[in-house]
């Protein structure tokens, strides 16, 4: 018959301390990401970016662009894009 004698186990400062963490740190994620104002976002963002409406009044003449000289000196350099030959005419026939 064997005899197993087993030492003292030292608690593991160093576990508790981990596992502590991790539920603080997820904790604090779920805080902020549930629980703060939705307002904080506007914080970040520029004061300059948040008014569309500058945006919204652009005005933009499309006339004024195609009859300007700057879009008239253009040329093309390729011709219009066309659909070539798509697959075989019959797909089961063998070559």
């Keep these: 018959m064997a005899l197993v004698f087993e030492g003292e186990k030292k608690f593991n400062w160093r576990g508790v301390a ?3 963490a991790v539920i603080l740190a997820v904790g604090g994620a779920a805080y902020f990401l549930f629980f703060t104002p939705v307002p904080a976002i ?28 700057d879009f008239r000196s253009l ?18 026939i063998k070559f």
């Design 18 to 20: 981990i596992v502590a």
């Design 42 to 69: 506007e914080i970040i963002v520029p004061p300059a970016a948040r008014s569309i409406e500058e945006l919204s009044g652009a005005h933009f003449d499309p006339a004024g662009v195609v009859n300007s000289e």
């Design 75 to 92: 040329r093309r350099y390729a011709g219009q894009p066309s659909i070539g030959q798509i697959g075989r005419p019959n797909p089961f």
